[in-house]
Nanobody, 121 residues
Framework: QVQLVESGGGLVQAGDSLRLSCAAS????????MGWFRQAPGKEREFVAA??????YYANSVKGRFTISRDGAKMTVYLQMNSLKPEDTAVYYC????????????????WGQGTQVTVSA
């Protein structure tokens, strides 16, 4: 059973930074496309960022502020979040695809339990 475990969430002030981590339980996921999504209260889950074997992808709302990266040896994907805003408040989920490729709208097969990020004004 593949497991994705997120960590690094917390309560910060606007303008602060946080780094989220997502550890995968299987080495195969060091190559698979990975993504971050978020869900704010009363809203649908939305795409934040993704990383494939070749590229990175970002939602317009986080472009220039968030950076997705991976450490294959540690089987971990990171989301560095800078210049946080109150509207970034949400539960952030890590997800993995079954392949190395990603394209906008692609489906993710495995999901973590989420980590709460709260940004105060």
């Amino acid at each position: 059973q593949v497991q994705l475990v997120e960590s690094g969430g917390g309560l910060v002030q606007a303008g602060d930074s946080l780094r989220l981590s997502c550890a995968a339980s299987e080495r195969t996921f060091s190559r698979n496309a990975m993504g971050w999504f978020r869900q704010a209260p009363g809203k649908e889950r939305e795409f934040v960022a993704a990383i494939s074997s070749r590229n990175t992808y970002y939602a317009n709302s986080v472009k220039g502020r968030f950076t997705i990266s991976r450490d294959g040896a540690k089987m971990t994907v990171y989301l560095q979040m800078n210049s946080l805003k109150p509207e970034d408040t949400a539960v952030y989920y890590c997800a993995a695809r079954a392949t190395e490729t990603y394209y906008p709208g692609a489906q993710f097969l495995y999901w973590g339990q989420g980590t709460q990020v709260t940004v105060s004004a």
